[in-house]
Structures are given as structure tokens and as C-alpha cells.
């Protein structure tokens, strides 16, 4: 190449507007000016190219110098939705871009030149067709968040642990079944998802992201979580559902910055005592699980607004859950669970409460301490008539009865002391459905009545 040419295009990259000028002074010299004229019309070009796919673009237009100024001075490019397939090799040439949205738009792969977008901070590639991970990333240092979700990604080569300034890597949804090494020298990351992906075993190099507040690996292969987990002391929100845990470390209760966990779907079979250290928890889900105790001191963690534990094998509840003061929504559908400690009525902030699937005979008097409930879910039990403490809860709007043996109604169980009820499921139980419509209707004029 021209090394005048070359001169010229290192001072175009400058994007500094003497620097402009003076590339086009040398653009004149007789011995370039063919070369920079058919450069020239390359970067025309990619203006052009720039202007039919860039949203939010500024108007690339005016003189020769004023266009160069605009071209090498974008700092934002958002392609995103636009089918490029192919990005352009002059797009190498936008030394100053800090952000580049390449969301669904059908790459296969990024040009070799992506590794001079030197100042390049974040990065969105998501929803495309890439099957490695982009190697030309490991040159841009100053990357700080890089979204590369749903794609075919099946390896991550070693290198990426040079990015030591990402602060958020998203690669979910992608086909990885291990990862490189060098990948937990990622230690500035504070927001990781890798979640639907092939992940069989998690490296205690995880140990080493004591940043990290937000992580998410559920839907994965993992069996065990390696002790070092527990040195993510600023984690916040951890996802892990849909994996094949049967524990979880015993120093599991370490992580005490924990609002959220979810470890819906796997086979945990017993919780650490280490829990009862997390404090801070405000959404706990273990659905789906094989749990059949709940060890927990609620008293520990009250802060508590939502507990999940559906679909589990819990037979009975500590009486401590009556400390959970913050709790707004209860599920403890799919258990064994024959009674409820007269306790329960202490969780005075309750709105949901889903009890199906049980083997409830009746429940605590106590419920009717439950003052701001709006859904009770009692369906396929073994309840024979309808708990006298329902009638006390003044701001119920739905009420599902179905699937038990009730043979009678109690006295009071109508408009007046239910008058918000807006939805009651009182179908498959032991009372002739027609005159049990009869009378539904005439207690409740103003309800959804479901007797079948």
C-alpha cells in the first residue's frame, strides 16, 4: 500500500479535525491521488451502507471533510434487526465507536478489522449465527459489556480472560459445554449469565469473580457447585434451576448479600443449616425439588416476600414461618402436606396463598388473621367442609374449593362477609351440583361461580 496512503488513513483515524484536513492536503500529492481516490469511493461506500442500515445515524452529508469528520467521529452504531449477514471490513475504520448493536442481524461471523475498534465498550451480537465465540474481541481491552446471547456458540477459545475490564457477559442460550481456563481471570465481571447452555461441570474458578451481583446458570447440566461459590460475597441474584443439584454446598449460607435464588427444578433433597444466614433473601425458589424437610429458622430470614416450595414432598412446615412478615405470596402446591401449623396466621402480609394438591383436612383457625389475602388456592385436598376462617377474610378475591369431599356449607358463607369475591371454584365435591349452583348463586349474585 501507498505510504502516503497509509499516513493518511492513521491521521482519518484521529478523527481530529486538523488531522482531517491535513489527509486531505496529502490526498492531492500526485503520487497518491489515485489510490486515495479509489479509497475514497470504498468509504462512500460504507457511508452509504452506513446511512440504509444505521438507526439513529447521524446524516454522514456535506463537503468531503465534513463527511470524513462525521464517519471517523460516530462513536454509537446501531444496526440492530437489519439482515446484514456480513459486516463490512471498513468497519475497522471507526476508531472512535464505544457502542455497536449488531442484534439479529444474521451474522455468521465479525471481519478481521473489528480488532482496530480499540475504544469499543459495549458490544451487543446477540441473536445471530456465530458458533465460536468472536476471537477478534480478546484485542479490545476496553470492553465493558458484551451481550452475545442466543447464538450456536459450542467453544469459547482461551484469550478472553484479557478482557479484564467486562463488567457483564451474556451467553445465554448458546450450545457451551466447558469453558477455557483463562476465562475465570474475568475478575472485574459483576453481572454473568450463562444460562441454556451444555455446562456439566462448574470450575472453582467461579471462586474468583468476588464482583459479581448478578448470576445466572440455570438450565445447564450441573450436578455440584464447588465449594469456592461461596467466595461471591456481593452476590445478589443467583439462578439455578432446571440443573441436577441434589445439595448445595454446605457454606452455601456465606452468601449473605442473597436477595433472589431460584433452584426450581433439580433434586435437592436437603438444604444446608448454612441458610439461615441469608438475611438479606427476599425470593426463595425451591420448586421442584425432593425436599421433604424445611430446616430453616424463618425467624433468620424474614425478610422473605416470596417462598416457592411447590412441587416438592414436604409433609409438614416449621412453626417459624409464622415470622415471615414481608411474605406476600406463598406456594406450597404438590406436597404431602397434611396440616398447617396454627402459626401460619402470622404471616399477616400474605396475598397468595396456594395450597393445592395436599392431603389438607381442614386448616388453622388462624387464617382468618390473614387480613390482606386475596387468593386462596385449596383445591384437590381432602377437606369434608369449608374452614369457618375463610368467612373472616374480607378482601379474598378468589377462592378455589375444587376437588375435595365438602358436603355442606357453613353458615355466613355468602356476599356479605365475602363481598369481593370475584372468582369461586367449588367444582368436584360431594354436594349435588344443582342445588349447590342454586344457592352459590344466591349468596354470591356478583361472582364466577365454577361448579364443573
Known sequence: MNENLVKIRQLLRTAEPSNIRLALQLSKQVDVWADWTAWYAQLEAFMQWIRDHAAHAAKIEGTQEEKLRIL??????????????????????????????????????????FVNLVQLEQLNISHNQLTTFPPQLYQLKQLKQILCSHNRITSIDEGIGQLTNLLYLDLDNNRISHLPVDFWNLVALERLHLSNNRLEVLNSGIGNFTEIIHLNLANNRLSTLPDRITNL????????????????????????????????????????????????L???????????????????????????LHHNKLKQLPKSIGALK??????????????????????????????????????????????????????????EHVPEALLALEQLEELSLSENKIKALPKGFNEKNLHKLEILDFSINDID?????????????MTNIIID
Open 326 to 383: 414481608e411474605l406476600k405470596l406463598l406456594n406450597l402446591e404438590e406436597n404431602q402436606l397434611e396440616t398447617l401449623p396454627e402459626e401460619v396466621g402470622g404471616v399477616e402480609n400474605l396475598v397468595e396463598l396456594y395450597l393445592g394438591c395436599n392431603q389438607l383436612t381442614t386448616i388453622p383457625l388462624s387464617i382468618q388473621r390473614l387480613k390482606k389475602i386475596r387468593k386462596i388456592f385449596l383445591n384437590i385436598n381432602q377437606l
Open 72 to 113: 471517523y467521529n460516530i462513536k454509537s452504531l446501531y444496526l440492530h434487526n437489519k439482515p446484514i449477514n456480513v459486516l463490512p471490513d471498513l468497519i475497522g475504520e471507526l476508531i472512535q465507536l464505544r457502542h455497536l448493536d449488531l442484534y439479529q442481524t444474521k451474522l455468521k461471523k465479525l471481519p478481521d478489522t
Open 233 to 280: 460475597q456481593k452476590l445478589e441474584e443467583f439462578a439455578l434451576y432446571n440443573n441436577q443439584l441434589t445439595e448445595l454446598p454446605e457454606e452455601f449460607g456465606k452468601l449473605t448479600a442473597l436477595v433472589y435464588l431460584i433452584v426450581e427444578e433439580n433434586q435437592l433433597n436437603k438444604l444446608p443449616l448454612s441458610m439461615n444466614h441469608l438475611q438479606n
Open 433 to 445: 351440583e344443582d342445588t349447590l349452583y342454586d344457592i352459590l348463586c344466591k349468596s354470591f349474585p
Open 282 to 308: 427476599e425470593d426463595l425458589n425451591l420448586a421442584h425439588n425432593q425436599l421433604k424437610n424445611i430446616e430453616i429458622d424463618f425467624e433468620s430470614i424474614n425478610k422473605l416476600r416470596r417462598l416457592l
